[in-house]
């Protein structure tokens, strides 16, 4: 299998537990973005890396959010005492990095329910 | 990233053409035209992108008018397995612009 792979596919957790996400990009790209999605709503930006380098974070992640990308391969998303308002679909997506040609390929997302 | 416009939900009967809208009256002239679909619990999947011209794939063709403030994704026969939402998406060239996401069209593909 060569698309994006996310794990877990499904996540329930209490509230104030912490949770880690895995994603692992298509092996040459060297782009990869984490989003959030609510129901009903378009997916929503988080952060994204070039290689292992963090380049950009929404005002949506949180201090309790935070992203690895340690060897410029998988990434982590950990969420730190989760609260109800975080249950949502975690989408992760890689590219190679090309311009605006550039499209992304996304995993199949972890969804999280916390309660 | 220019806004865009699209309805918020279309039906299409099976076998028909589904024609979905999308208007972007502020793009820049460096901005491209994306479209991605998502299929219910499933991640987004590019379909096609355009900057000026008429773009046709496997998948869908793409028409962007002369001025370039609207655009059609057109799916030529649409079948049960298209029903998702569909996101019309611009973005400019420039080095580490993302795609920003609206809430998209709901199409749904009826026999």
């Known amino acids: 299998d060569t698309g994006v792979s996310q794990d877990p596919r499904h996540k329930i957790t209490k509230r104030g537990q912490n949770v880690t996400f895995r994603c692992d990009p298509i092996s040459e790209h060297n782009r990869l973005y984490w989003y959030r999605q609510t129901l009903g709503q378009g997916p929503e930006f988080l952060t994204y890396?070039?290689?292992?380098?963090?380049?950009?974070k929404s005002r949506l992640l949180s201090d309790r959010f935070s992203a690895e990308r340690p060897k410029g391969s998988f990434s982590t998303l950990e969420i730190q005492r989760t609260e109800q308002g975080d249950s949502a679909m975690y989408l992760c997506?890689?590219?190679?990095?090309?311009?605006?040609?550039?499209?992304?390929?996304f995993g199949s997302g972890t969804r999280l329910t916390v309660v | 990233d220019a806004k865009t416009t699209q309805p918020p939900s279309m039906d299409c009967a099976e076998g028909r053409a589904a024609n979905l809208p999308c208007n972007h009256s502020?793009?820049?002239?460096?901005?491209?035209v994306y479209w991605y679909r998502q299929i219910h619990s499933q991640g987004p999947q590019y379909i096609i992108h355009?900057?000026?011209n008429n773009e046709t794939n496997e998948m869908a063709s793409l028409i962007i008018t002369e001025d370039r403030k609207s655009s059609t994704l057109i799916l030529p026969h649409a079948t049960l397995r298209d029903t998702a939402v569909y996101y019309c998406i611009v973005r400019s060239a420039t080095y580490g612009n993302k795609l920003v996401f609206g809430a998209g069209t709901i199409l749904r593909v009826k026999s």
């Open positions: 355009g900057l000026k």
């Open positions: 997506a890689s590219s190679l990095g090309q311009g605006a040609a550039d499209g992304y390929t």
């Open positions: 890396f070039q290689n292992e380098a963090q380049l950009e």
């Open positions: 502020t793009i820049s002239g460096n901005e491209y």
